[in-house]
């Protein structure tokens, strides 16, 4: 399999501005946001989608949820932002390496899970 866009960026062979990184994962700014603020939690190993994580990735999805929470305090929003996961492409995924979306900055509703 080629590598990821997201493998690329974590191997600085594409530029992105990366906000946040530790040994585990970074955190870039999604080059199509959906809300004013509107980050990417990306971990360094390449699982594909999240149904392809198993057991032996269980710290690391915790990492990144831990990760997700210092990078919204980062990012001054920690005390209303939304964490979504896309997986397949039928629920919209599109860059087959697991990521995390960070969503911040505007009013979201009860009943609007998407973005
Ligand atoms: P998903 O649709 O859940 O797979 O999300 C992939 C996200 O990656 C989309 O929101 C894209 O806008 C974003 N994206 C794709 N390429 C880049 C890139 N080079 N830098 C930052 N974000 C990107």
């Given at each position: 399999m080629?590598?990821?866009v997201?493998?690329?960026?974590?191997?600085r062979?594409?530029?992105?501005?990366i906000?946040?990184?530790?040994?585990?994962?970074?955190?870039?700014?999604?080059?199509?946001?959906?809300?004013?603020?509107?980050l990417?939690?990306?971990?360094?190993k390449?699982?594909?989608?999240?149904s392809?994580?198993s057991?032996?990735?269980?710290?690391?999805?915790?990492h990144?949820m831990?990760?997700?929470?210092a990078?919204?305090?980062?990012a001054?929003v920690?005390?209303?932002?939304?964490?979504?996961?896309?997986?397949?492409?039928?629920?919209?995924?599109?860059?087959?390496h697991?990521?995390l979306?960070?969503?911040?900055?505007?009013q979201?509703?009860?009943?609007q899970l998407?973005f």
């Amino acid at each position: 399999m080629a590598d990821s866009v997201f493998t690329r960026i974590i191997n600085r062979e594409l530029p992105s501005e990366i906000i946040y990184e530790d040994e585990h994962c970074i955190a870039i700014r999604d080059i199509a946001p959906k809300a004013p603020v509107h980050l990417l939690i990306i971990p360094r190993k390449p699982i594909a989608k999240l149904s392809d994580a198993s057991g032996e990735d269980l710290a690391l999805l915790g990492h990144l949820m831990l990760a997700a929470s210092a990078v919204a305090r980062q990012a001054g929003v920690e005390d209303a932002f939304r964490v979504i996961v896309n997986n397949g492409a039928g629920a919209g995924q599109t860059v087959f390496h697991l990521h995390l979306h960070l969503l911040a900055g505007k009013q979201f509703s009860e009943s609007q899970l998407g973005f």
